[in-house]
């Protein structure tokens, strides 16, 4: 008996003198694990007597009851002690300034896109959508491109397989088939809900969206942006068309220092028709826009020809109207300085960081409508 009662001293002695868990997690392992000390006395029950059972069996057991219970105590003690020094050591700074959480970005072509509708918006034009597919009599026949003329092809079309009526529907190649959809009085069923049902003139519209070309290079995207713009009323000439643009230039580049010049042009649903330059100096390398002595082409326009007024129902005789179409992703490249129009399309985020815009610091629709 003094055996165990030595044993349970010790052990007890040595569970208290235990400075941390690892120590009390050795110390058990040691007495209660399989080849622990209390573990082979416990073995030792089966060769007894029944009755030397009767009288030891009890006494081991309390032993192993009290070292368990004497070592769960400690342990918790020690965790406690553990964690409180934890919690001691470790302070929390609730001064500290929180972690900048990242934040998305305006992509520039929408920025670009947003402030020239606000600058239209202002000058009182409505915006007009139409859809990406479209057919080829909004997007040439309408538009006057003569039938399987070549001047289809000054387009590089995407056109779709043809479809069981032996029509090929086509990505649209500019925003102008949108003027065709808005002048069409029997236009009345539109696609889709938010493409505008033709209307009676008064019309003066932008058309803000995507176009698609095969094409591809450091001024070219398959697919870009234009925004289209068409005025039909009576009396209307080219100083409309000409002073229109000259103030967009102004307020979209926020100076009065842009100059312009129009140069004569052909496009098949104008008539004159002419392409406008802005000028720019090109001698750094990079085009910069209200000083030098360079030019630089940014839209096309002119009066809208009689036979596109003639295919949409509108007596050219009592109407007359100009239109406008131009590249929105370019129009943003030389407002905010970026080389490569290819860069926009290109998803690369460390790039849209760098140029992308706030949506709530940056001028936008919002701000500039009101
Ligand atoms: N649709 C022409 C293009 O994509 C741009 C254009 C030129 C639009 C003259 C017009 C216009 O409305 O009158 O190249």
């Not at 020809?305 to 490249?333: E, K, S, W």
Request: contains cysteine.
């Amino acid at each position: 008996m003094t055996d165990l009662t030595q044993l349970q001293s010790d052990l007890t002695a040595q569970i208290a003198a235990a400075t941390d868990v690892a120590g009390v997690e050795a110390i058990r392992v040691a007495a209660l694990g399989k080849s622990g000390s209390i573990s082979a006395l416990l073995k030792t029950l089966g060769a007894m007597s029944p009755d030397e059972r009767k009288e030891k069996g009890p006494l081991i057991n309390q032993l192993r009851d009290a070292v368990s219970a004497a070592i769960a105590e400690r342990k918790t003690a020690l965790e406690t002690a553990e964690l409180d020094a934890r919690l001691a050591r470790e302070s929390l700074d609730l001064t500290l300034p929180a972690r900048p959480r990242r934040k998305g970005s305006v992509h520039p072509t929408m920025q670009t896109m947003d402030e020239m509708v606000a600058v239209f918006a202002e000058m009182g034009f409505a915006v007009a959508e139409g859809p990406d597919i479209e057919d080829d009599f909004h997007n040439f026949t309408a538009l006057n491109f003569p039938p399987k003329h070549p001047a289809r092809e000054m387009h590089d079309t995407f056109f779709f397989n043809e479809g069981p009526d032996g029509e090929r529907k086509l990505l649209r190649t500019h925003t102008s088939p949108v003027q065709v959809r808005a002048m069409r009085k029997g236009n009345t069923a539109p696609p889709a809900p938010w493409i505008a049902a033709g209307q009676e003139p008064p019309i003066r519209i932008i058309v803000p969206g995507r176009t698609y070309r095969m094409d591809s290079d450091a001024t070219h995207t398959p697919m870009f942006h234009q925004i289209e713009g068409l005025v039909i009323d009576k009396g209307i000439h080219m100083g409309h068309l000409k002073w229109t643009l000259e103030t967009f230039i102004a307020r979209f580049f926020e100076t009065d220092a842009v100059t312009t010049r129009f140069r004569p042009h052909h496009f098949p649903f104008t008539e004159p028709s002419a392409e406008m330059d802005v000028g720019c100096d090109r001698s750094g390398g990079e085009v910069k826009i209200g000083t030098g002595s360079d030019w630089l082409e940014i839209l096309g326009c002119g009066m809208v020809h009689p036979n596109v007024l003639r295919h949409c129902g509108i007596d050219p005789d009592v109407y007359q109207g100009f239109a406008f179409g131009m590249g929105v992703d370019r129009l943003g490249t030389l407002k905010y300085g970026m080389p490569d129009l290819r860069d926009m399309f290109a998803s690369d985020t460390r790039w849209l960081a760098h140029y992308g815009f706030s949506a709530f610091q940056a001028p936008n629709l919002v701000s500039g409508l009101s």
